[in-house]
């Protein structure tokens, strides 16, 4: 069974940063590209960011390209989303997916598995 487990949110001022991490196991990291999205109080989830199985390929919705990186390590099991010039509408609870899809993906239906989500709240 597989598992993700985030952590690193918080509360941060706008212009700040904070880095996710998301834990997996229950089976071989590398099966899975993972992602990353959002979900704000009364808004639907909204993908924010994919890294394929070998991390060499990115993708990032247009609202975060330039300010958050994707990236994993395969040998920790772990998917990070590093945060950077946080702005108050990145406020929202955060979380990981992963999926055995070859490629990068958006669709939050795409995805096979799900962590319980990370709060994160930026202040202005």
């Known amino acids: 069974q597989v598992q993700l487990v985030e952590s690193g949110g918080g509360l941060v001022q706008a212009g700040g940063s904070l880095r996710l991490s998301c834990a997996f196991s229950?089976?071989?990291?590398?099966?899975?590209?993972m992602g990353w999205f959002r979900q704000a109080p009364g808004k639907e989830r909204e993908f924010v960011a994919s890294?394929?199985?070998?991390?060499?390929?990115?993708d990032y919705s247009d609202s975060v390209k330039g300010r958050f990186t994707i990236s994993r390590d395969n040998a920790k099991n772990t998917v990070y989303l590093q945060m950077n010039s946080l702005k108050a509408e990145d406020t929202a609870v955060y979380y990981c997916?992963?999926?055995?899809?070859?490629?990068?993906?958006?669709?939050?239906?795409?995805?096979?598995?799900w962590g319980q989500g990370t709060q994160v709240t930026v202040s202005s």
């Open positions: 997916a992963a999926t055995s899809t070859t490629s990068t993906v958006r669709a939050p239906g795409a995805y096979n598995y």
């Open positions: 229950g089976r071989t990291f590398s099966y899975a590209a």
């Open positions: 890294i394929t199985r070998s991390g060499y390929i990115t």
